[in-house]
C-alpha cells in the first residue's frame, strides 16, 4: 500500500525547482515591501493633537510639532508624557503594518528575523 502525499508534495525535482523558485519571489517581494515600508511615514498625535509626531517606516523620527499652548514651563512632565505617546504609538502603527503587509507576502508563514 502506498502512502499519498498531499498536492504539492513529491514531485522530485521538478517540484523543488518550483519550490525554490516560489522562496525566491517571497524573497524579492519581501525586500521591495521593506523598502516600500522605509520611505513611507506615519503620523501620530496626543492630547488631543497638541503634539504631532512624523517617524519614517525605518521608525526614525522625522518631525514632532507642538501646539503653543501645551507648552506650560510649571508642567514639563505633561509635555514629556504627550511627546512620549505620541512617538510610541507612531512606533506601534509602524510594526502593525509592516507586520500585516509582510504576511500578506508570506501568507502568514512566520520567517525569523522578519
Not at 90 to 106: F, P
Request: charged content about 30%; cysteine-free.
Amino acid at each position: 500500500m502506498k502512502a499519498r502525499l498531499p498536492e504539492g508534495f513529491g514531485g522530485g525535482p521538478n517540484n523543488m525547482q518550483g519550490m525554490i523558485r516560489k522562496a525566491q519571489k517571497m524573497q524579492e517581494d519581501m525586500e521591495k515591501k521593506q523598502a516600500e515600508l522605509a520611505e513611507r511615514e506615519f503620523t501620530s498625535t496626543s492630547g488631543g493633537g497638541a503634539v504631532t509626531v512624523v517617524i519614517n517606516g525605518k521608525k526614525e523620527l522625522q518631525s514632532l510639532k507642538l501646539k503653543p499652548e501645551v507648552v506650560d514651563p510649571e508642567d514639563i512632565e505633561m509635555l514629556e508624557d504627550l511627546i512620549l505617546a505620541a512617538v510610541n504609538e507612531s512606533i506601534r502603527t509602524v510594526e502593525d503594518v509592516t507586520s500585516k503587509e509582510m504576511d500578506a507576502i508570506t501568507n502568514g508563514l512566520n520567517i525569523p528575523g522578519m
